[in-house]
């Protein structure tokens, strides 16, 4: 295909995932950003939010009620910061969230030269509260860490996922292979199980069925209610 900059393969590779929302705040690290998702609006529905730490919980609230998976998107440092709230409530609850955060240029990573937002290792401090994070160092990598973000967000126990892309990077234009969305398997009880829940149910005088997250990601709403 012809040649995109990181920002273009990030929405397109987005888009075959199945996302139609997005919730962001712009800063300068991600303004590229936001010039493709001008481009896209026929594609990604973008929700401007007042402050970074709304972008996650607006998408941990998407995740739960719809049961796809929620993205967010913010600058580095302070606002990355600001999305951890949302982003730890999201892995306690097994939400499936992606959050997507900027950097500083990636020449400049490690360095110390007081860039505006610079966090030294921001990765680390992600790791606590995210099944599985990763920082993109080049444009023909987009695609494939994307594809594995929502991998890891949807396989398993679900939960967030972090992705951090340095401004460079966003503009950064090269030859890309986009990845078709795959469709993982939910996992499924035994007949063994199912009949063991079966028969405490029907032995009880007052059934009471808990519920959780993965009802809805599951598409078993339905059933339960029955």
Same mark, same amino acid.
């Given at each position: 295909m012809p040649a995109i900059n990181g920002a273009q393969a990030m929405f397109q590779q987005l888009v075959m995932e199945g996302v139609t929302d997005i919730f962001s705040l712009p800063g300068a690290q991600i303004m590229s950003a936001f010039d493709v998702l001008h481009e896209m609006q026929d594609q990604i529905n973008l929700v401007h939010t007042r402050h970074e730490q709304a972008t996650t919980y607006m998408a941990d609230g998407y995740a739960k009620v719809s049961g796809k998976p929620g993205v967010a998107m913010v600058v580095p440092g302070p606002g990355a910061l600001n999305a951890t709230a949302g982003l730890g409530t999201a892995y306690a609850s097994s939400s499936p969230v992606l959050l997507i955060s900027g950097q500083i240029p990636s020449t400049l990573l490690g360095k110390d030269t007081g860039q505006l937002h610079e966090i030294s290792e921001q990765l680390d401090v992600f790791k606590p509260i995210t099944k599985w994070n990763h920082r993109i160092s080049d444009v023909s990598?987009?695609?494939?860490a994307v594809h594995e973000?929502?991998? =890891? $967000?949807?396989?398993g126990k679900p939960g967030p996922v972090e992705l951090e892309i340095a401004p460079d990077i966003l503009t950064q234009a090269g030859s890309v292979d986009l990845i078709e969305k795959e469709l993982y398997p939910n996992p499924k009880?035994?007949?063994? =199980? @199912? $009949?063991?829940?079966?028969k405490? @149910?029907?032995?009880?005088?007052s059934p009471t069925i808990v519920a959780g997250g993965g009802s809805v990601s599951s598409g078993a709403s339905d059933q339960i209610r029955q």
């Open positions: 990598e987009v695609p494939t973000a929502f991998r =890891q $967000m949807t396989t009880a035994t007949n063994d =199980q @199912i $009949m063991a829940a079966v405490l @149910i029907s032995s009880s005088k």
